[in-house]
Protein backbone atom coordinates (compact mmCIF):
# COMPACT_ATOMS: atom_id res chain seq x y z
CA UNK A 1 0.00 0.00 0.00
CA UNK A 2 2.89 2.43 0.03
CA UNK A 3 2.64 3.10 -3.48
CA UNK A 4 -1.10 3.72 -3.53
CA UNK A 5 -0.38 6.03 -0.05
CA UNK A 6 2.28 7.95 -2.13
CA UNK A 7 0.23 9.10 -4.99
CA UNK A 8 -2.45 10.07 -2.55
CA UNK A 9 0.20 12.58 -0.77
CA UNK A 10 0.43 13.43 -4.18
CA UNK A 11 -3.15 13.83 -5.43
CA UNK A 12 -3.93 15.93 -2.24
CA UNK A 13 -1.13 17.85 -2.63
CA UNK A 14 1.06 16.75 0.79
CA UNK A 15 3.90 15.20 -1.55
CA UNK A 16 5.27 16.11 -5.36
CA UNK A 17 5.08 14.02 -8.17
CA UNK A 18 7.47 12.23 -10.18
CA UNK A 19 10.12 15.28 -11.62
CA UNK A 20 8.55 14.70 -15.24
CA UNK A 21 5.12 15.35 -14.12
CA UNK A 22 6.42 18.67 -12.50
CA UNK A 23 7.94 19.72 -15.15
CA UNK A 24 5.72 19.70 -17.53
CA UNK A 25 2.81 20.77 -15.55
CA UNK A 26 0.97 17.69 -15.40
CA UNK A 27 -1.53 16.67 -12.02
CA UNK A 28 -2.87 14.22 -10.41
CA UNK A 29 -6.77 14.84 -10.37
CA UNK A 30 -8.08 11.30 -9.56
CA UNK A 31 -6.63 8.15 -8.04
CA UNK A 32 -8.41 4.71 -7.20
CA UNK A 33 -6.74 1.21 -7.53
CA UNK A 34 -5.44 0.39 -10.84
CA UNK A 35 -6.86 3.85 -12.20
CA UNK A 36 -5.84 7.36 -12.29
CA UNK A 37 -6.70 10.13 -13.97
CA UNK A 38 -4.80 13.45 -15.06
CA UNK A 39 -4.32 16.94 -15.86
CA UNK A 40 -2.27 19.19 -18.27
CA UNK A 41 -2.48 22.29 -19.46
CA UNK A 42 -0.67 22.52 -22.89
CA UNK A 43 0.93 25.55 -24.47
CA UNK A 44 3.57 27.04 -27.53
CA UNK A 45 6.32 25.82 -25.32
CA UNK A 46 5.66 22.20 -25.66
CA UNK A 47 5.05 22.62 -30.32
CA UNK A 48 6.84 20.56 -32.47
CA UNK A 49 8.42 22.46 -35.61
CA UNK A 50 4.90 22.31 -37.01
CA UNK A 51 2.97 24.22 -34.56
CA UNK A 52 1.20 21.64 -32.67
CA UNK A 53 1.51 19.32 -29.71
CA UNK A 54 4.68 17.51 -29.72
CA UNK A 55 3.90 14.27 -29.64
CA UNK A 56 6.38 13.03 -26.75
CA UNK A 57 4.60 15.09 -24.49
CA UNK A 58 1.00 13.22 -25.30
CA UNK A 59 3.58 10.06 -25.05
CA UNK A 60 4.98 11.74 -21.52
CA UNK A 61 1.29 12.02 -20.22
CA UNK A 62 0.06 8.62 -21.19
CA UNK A 63 3.12 6.79 -20.19
CA UNK A 64 2.97 9.22 -16.55
CA UNK A 65 -0.88 7.81 -15.91
CA UNK A 66 0.06 3.96 -17.11
CA UNK A 67 2.63 4.01 -14.58
CA UNK A 68 0.63 5.64 -11.96
CA UNK A 69 -1.55 3.37 -12.34
CA UNK A 70 0.33 0.59 -11.80
CA UNK A 71 2.18 1.62 -9.12
CA UNK A 72 -1.23 2.02 -7.46
CA UNK A 73 -1.76 -1.95 -7.53
CA UNK A 74 2.06 -2.87 -6.32
CA UNK A 75 2.55 -4.40 -3.31
CA UNK A 76 4.74 -3.00 -0.81
CA UNK A 77 8.32 -4.53 -1.80
CA UNK A 78 7.27 -4.43 -5.43
CA UNK A 79 8.55 -1.93 -8.70
CA UNK A 80 8.44 -1.84 -11.93
CA UNK A 81 9.77 -0.78 -15.13
CA UNK A 82 7.68 -0.13 -18.41
CA UNK A 83 8.91 -2.60 -21.27
CA UNK A 84 6.90 -1.31 -24.38
CA UNK A 85 4.43 1.31 -25.49
CA UNK A 86 2.33 2.41 -28.10
CA UNK A 87 0.68 5.26 -28.70
CA UNK A 88 -2.27 5.97 -31.22
CA UNK A 89 -2.31 10.39 -32.56
CA UNK A 90 -5.94 10.59 -32.93
CA UNK A 91 -5.99 14.27 -33.85
CA UNK A 92 -4.08 17.04 -33.29
CA UNK A 93 -3.55 19.22 -30.54
CA UNK A 94 -2.70 23.30 -29.75
CA UNK A 95 -3.77 24.88 -26.64
CA UNK A 96 -5.77 22.41 -24.57
CA UNK A 97 -6.74 21.10 -21.23
CA UNK A 98 -5.98 17.60 -21.59
CA UNK A 99 -7.15 14.83 -19.74
CA UNK A 100 -5.59 11.33 -19.32
CA UNK A 101 -6.93 8.17 -17.82
CA UNK A 102 -4.99 5.17 -17.34
CA UNK A 103 -5.70 2.24 -15.90
CA UNK A 104 -4.95 -1.46 -15.67
CA UNK A 105 -6.18 -3.91 -18.25
CA UNK A 106 -4.46 -7.01 -16.49
CA UNK A 107 -1.60 -7.68 -13.65
CA UNK A 108 -0.22 -10.75 -13.93
CA UNK A 109 2.47 -12.04 -11.74
CA UNK A 110 5.52 -10.48 -13.09
CA UNK A 111 3.90 -8.44 -16.51
CA UNK A 112 1.03 -6.04 -16.29
CA UNK A 113 -0.72 -4.36 -19.37
CA UNK A 114 -2.51 -1.03 -19.14
CA UNK A 115 -3.97 1.59 -21.48
CA UNK A 116 -4.97 4.94 -21.58
CA UNK A 117 -7.08 7.59 -23.16
CA UNK A 118 -6.13 11.07 -23.70
CA UNK A 119 -9.29 13.55 -24.17
CA UNK A 120 -9.23 17.49 -24.93
CA UNK A 121 -11.55 19.82 -23.38
CA UNK A 122 -14.34 19.19 -25.23
CA UNK A 123 -13.97 15.42 -24.61
CA UNK A 124 -13.23 14.49 -27.51
CA UNK A 125 -10.54 11.51 -28.02
CA UNK A 126 -6.84 12.63 -28.83
CA UNK A 127 -4.59 9.14 -28.43
CA UNK A 128 -5.16 6.19 -26.92
CA UNK A 129 -1.82 4.57 -25.67
CA UNK A 130 -1.07 0.90 -24.75
CA UNK A 131 2.00 0.05 -22.39
CA UNK A 132 3.68 -3.31 -20.64
CA UNK A 133 5.05 -3.00 -17.03
CA UNK A 134 7.27 -5.43 -15.77
CA UNK A 135 7.41 -5.92 -12.15
CA UNK A 136 10.33 -6.01 -10.43
CA UNK A 137 11.30 -7.64 -6.90
CA UNK A 138 14.46 -7.81 -4.93
CA UNK A 139 17.93 -6.49 -5.56
CA UNK A 140 15.87 -5.14 -9.03
CA UNK A 141 13.23 -3.11 -7.39
CA UNK A 142 15.88 -1.02 -4.79
CA UNK A 143 16.40 2.41 -5.57
CA UNK A 144 13.16 2.24 -8.16
CA UNK A 145 10.46 2.35 -5.40
CA UNK A 146 8.83 5.21 -4.35
CA UNK A 147 9.28 7.42 -1.71
CA UNK A 148 7.86 7.49 1.84
Same mark, same amino acid.
Given at each position: ?? /?????????? +?????????? &?? %?? =??? *?? $????????? $? !? !? $??????? %??? /? %? *??????? #? @??? *?? @????? &?? #????? !????????? &?????????????????? %??????? =????? #? $??????? /?? !?????? &?? +? #???? *????? =?
Amino acid at each position: MK /HYNQLNKVLT +GDAPGAPITQ &LL %GI =ELV *GL $EEGRVVMEM $E !T !T $ERLYNPM %GTL /H %G *GILCDLS #D @AAM *GY @AFAST &LA #DDEAF !TTVEIKLNF &LKPIWKSKLRAVGQVIKK %GNSIGLL =ECHVY #D $EKESLVA /HS !TSTCMI &LR +G #DKAK *GRSTK =E
